[in-house]
């Protein structure tokens, strides 16, 4: 094993509160998206994960101590090797509140490769954010928490909170801006590890509407990514008429409605 990301998803479905006051955000749902999205893209990226909280639909927390153990478990048992700890978030402060941005924890007396990651992981968001999204973008900087899941953790660990959803325009962004933030946090990552970072898919992101053909048997997905349910399966070597691609992910309105479909199981006519 090379690289190794342990992705940690903070929060599960029946946690109380933790949520936008309009609800129109839980951040357990958030952090659940996000974790799916990075381990998609890091198989093209060539880093290995772990998730310590795969499922967390329809539980309640399994505790903190739980999520150590099963890191430093697993890490151990493939032979410690090059690794961080990455804990996914998002912040809140009061209902409705002008606190936003992005901050970045590690512990008090954490290693030097914990802060380095940190560092570049805050500045990667902030930039891509702030240079992409929106210009009124905040970075809060790498702070020191003693949160239990950086501070029991053996290998070097973060925890990153990537917006408040108590602020209307960081809300916006952790609704509708997920793929840029994983792409955001992937070059950080990739800058921690030494490794090349590239945003490129098997097809640019861009409109195409053209005909294509499926190579195997094809899911149909609610939304971009293989976390996402699967709507319909199409049959190899059927043609589809594919969209908008986003991260290699075609919108398609095959099936009478939107759905999404991977570039990897087509080939254009």
Not at 71 to 86: E, H, I, R, T
Not at 190 to 218: D, I, M, P, Q, R
């Amino acid at each position: 094993m090379g690289n190794l990301l342990i992705i940690d998803s903070g929060h599960n479905e029946y946690v109380k509160g933790k949520e936008s006051p309009d609800k129109s955000l839980r951040e357990w749902k958030f952090n659940n998206s996000m974790q799916y999205k990075l381990a998609n893209r890091l198989k093209s990226l060539n880093i290995d994960y772990y998730m310590t909280n795969p499922y967390p639909q329809g539980k309640d927390e399994i505790g903190l101590i739980t999520r150590c153990n099963k890191a430093n478990s697993y890490w151990k048992n493939q032979g410690k090797p090059n690794c961080l700890f990455l804990s996914i978030h998002a912040n809140a402060y009061k209902e409705w509140s002008s606190a936003r941005g992005v901050e970045v924890f590690t512990c008090k007396n954490c290693s030097s490769n914990s802060t380095k990651a940190s560092r570049l992981i805050c500045n990667s968001i902030y930039n891509g954010v702030k240079n992409n999204i929106d210009k009124g973008f905040i970075n809060r900087g790498s702070k020191i928490e003693d949160f239990t899941v950086i501070s029991k953790t053996n290998m070097p660990a973060v925890l990153v909170e990537y917006g408040f959803y108590t602020n209307k325009l960081d809300l916006e962004i952790l609704k509708h801006k997920q793929d840029e933030l994983v792409e955001y946090t992937l070059d950080g990552i990739c800058s921690y590890f030494g490794v090349n970072y590239s945003s490129e898919e098997k097809y640019a992101n861009g409109n195409y509407n053209k005909k294509a053909k499926t190579t195997e048997n094809l899911n149909v997905r609610k939304g971009r990514g293989t976390n996402y349910d699967i709507v319909s399966t199409i049959p190899k070597g059927s043609s589809i008429n594919v969209n908008y691609c986003l991260n290699n992910w075609f919108s398609t309105y095959d099936l009478g409605t939107l759905g999404y479909v991977s570039g990897d199981y087509i080939k254009f006519l």
